[in-house]
């Protein structure tokens, strides 16, 4: 009986992403789901990115956390157009669903982005199954984390288009090994691995280039 409820969610809401990404696919956006665990840096990652590459690649946010607007304040002092969902006021669900972003798509200039970015709530389990009309998934893990992620987490990593590795700053401090890391991720997906430090922008050339890419395949052409 759960599982049937469970299904008939999960596809309610599939149907909610298609229209989602019909909406984003006229306006020519590209849309990233970012996925981590709480703290690994998806913010962070977002403000070193917006500070390159905004207002050249028109960036725009949809922040999902369980409360509090800090996230989208954060990218806002960026000078990206950011909007916040705080799921405490629907349900307090730990992930994003297509209904939240469909609201949320509702208080942007759609016009003015290219490149949509929308942080899930911090949790690498149940973001993993609700679609929410995205082009790309970005899987944000840190080194504090330790380098089992991948192989204890398979179906959010499997599932990434591209997946970040943040503070790596912190390697000198850890008994993390890359080697490790990047064997447990090539046994559940082949997407492409940028470590980087959101905090010393060690790393981020390889990752703001993927982030072009990504708009030049898929939303308008620079
Ligand atoms: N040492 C180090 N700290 C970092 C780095 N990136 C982020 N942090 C710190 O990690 C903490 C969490 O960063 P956030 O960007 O808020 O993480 P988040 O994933 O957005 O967190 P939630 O939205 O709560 O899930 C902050 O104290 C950041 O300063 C990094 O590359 N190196
Ligand atoms: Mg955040």
Redesign the pocket.
């Given at each position: 009986m759960r599982v049937e409820v469970l299904e008939r969610i999960l596809k309610v809401n599939d149907a909610l992403a298609e229209e989602v990404r019909a909406a984003l696919d006229r306006a020519g956006i590209v849309a990233v789901n970012v996925i981590?665990?709480?703290?690994?840096?998806?913010?962070?990652?977002l403000?070193q990115t917006a500070a390159v590459l905004h207002p050249r690649v028109r960036l725009g946010v949809i922040?999902g956390?369980i409360a509090t607007t800090r996230?989208a304040e954060?990218l806002v002092r960026c000078g990206v157009p950011a909007v916040q969902i705080e799921t405490r006021l629907v349900g307090g669900a730990c992930h994003l669903d297509a209904s939240l972003v469909r609201m949320a798509l509702a208080r942007l200039r759609l016009e003015e982005i290219e490149v949509l970015f929308v942080?899930n709530?911090?949790n690498l389990v149940c973001p993993s199954a609700y679609g929410l009309g995205e082009h790309l998934r970005v899987v944000?893990a840190?080194v504090p984390e330790g380098d089992d992620k991948p192989a204890k987490y398979p179906a959010t990593f499997a599932r990434a288009s591209a997946v970040v590795l943040?503070?790596?700053?912190?390697l000198p401090v850890t008994d993390f090994s890359m080697a490790a890391f990047a064997e447990s991720l090539r046994a559940v997906s082949a997407a492409p691995l940028f470590p980087?430090?959101?905090?010393?922008g060690e790393g981020l050339g390889g990752w703001l280039a993927w982030v072009e890419a990504q708009r030049a395949d898929w939303g308008r052409a620079p």
């Open positions: 981590g665990s709480p703290g690994s840096g998806k913010t962070a990652l403000e922040e956390d996230d954060r942080e709530v911090g944000v840190s943040n503070k790596v700053d912190l980087l430090s959101a905090r010393t």
